[in-house]
Each structure stands twice: as structure tokens, then as C-alpha cells.
């Protein structure tokens, strides 16, 4: 994926596993109060990001969006396989790396 002119490989959409859970796949903020009953202030995202240095809110919320993921990734893991191990997680979310996330909204 290349976004702000970095290329960036590795990564995956959380939403690739709700939708598969059969639930709406929505952003991180609605998925995390979802599971881990964490609220992300979104209004933080409509702030300069493209600055030198990122005030103290941004790097909060950078920090809780990220702590979010990855809490969101293990608890979600654990739903979708009985017993994960590095092996089964990878080949799990292989086919799903580095790709987009398209949204259907009939869907659900």
C-alpha cells in the first residue's frame, strides 16, 4: 500500500475479520467500543497530521488507536481460531494482507 508517499507492506484490515465473524465491519473506533468497551475520540483524527511535530492529544490517540488494534487483533483471533499459533494466524490473515478493505453497505 502506498499512502502520503510511503510504501508500506504487512498490513491488514481488522475488518476483514469481523466480516468474516458475520458482523458490520466498521473502523477501528465502533469496533473497539464494540470488544473492549475503549472509546477513540475521533475528533483528534480531523486535526493536522501532515505537521512537523504531533501535539499531545495526536500522540495519545495514536498510542490508544494502537494499543486498540492490537488488543482488537488478539481478542478477534481468538474467536476465529480455536488455538492460535503464529503459523495458523498467518496463514489466516495471509490472503487478506496488504489489501484494501472495499465496504459493501447492502451487504448489511
Known amino acids: 500500500m502506498n499512502d502520503y508517499g510511503l510504501e508500506v507492506n504487512g498490513t491488514f ?3 476483514f ?3 468474516k465473524l458475520g458482523g458490520k465491519p466498521e473502523g477501528l473506533p465502533k469496533l473497539a467500543r464494540k470488544y473492549l468497551n475503549v472509546d ?6 480531523l486535526t ?5 511535530e504531533l501535539d499531545q ?3 495519545d490517540y495514536a498510542r490508544q488507536s494502537v494499543k486498540a488494534s492490537i488488543d482488537l487483533f488478539v481478542l478477534l483471533m481468538k474467536k476465529v481460531l480455536p488455538n492460535p499459533t503464529i503459523s495458523t494466524i498467518f ?3 495471509e490472503p487478506d494482507l496488504d489489501t484494501r ?3 459493501y453497505s ?3
Not at 477513540?40 to 483524527?45: C, E, G, K, R, V
Not at 493536522?48 to 512537523?52: A, D, E, I, S, T
Open 101 to 103: 478493505f472495499v465496504y
Open 13 to 15: 484490515d481488522l475488518r
Open 91 to 93: 496463514s489466516y490473515c
Open 106 to 108: 447492502q451487504n448489511y
Open 57 to 59: 492529544q495526536q500522540l
Open 40 to 45: 477513540l475520540d475521533q475528533s483528534i483524527t
Open 48 to 52: 493536522k497530521w501532515n505537521k512537523n
Open 17 to 19: 475479520i469481523e466480516e
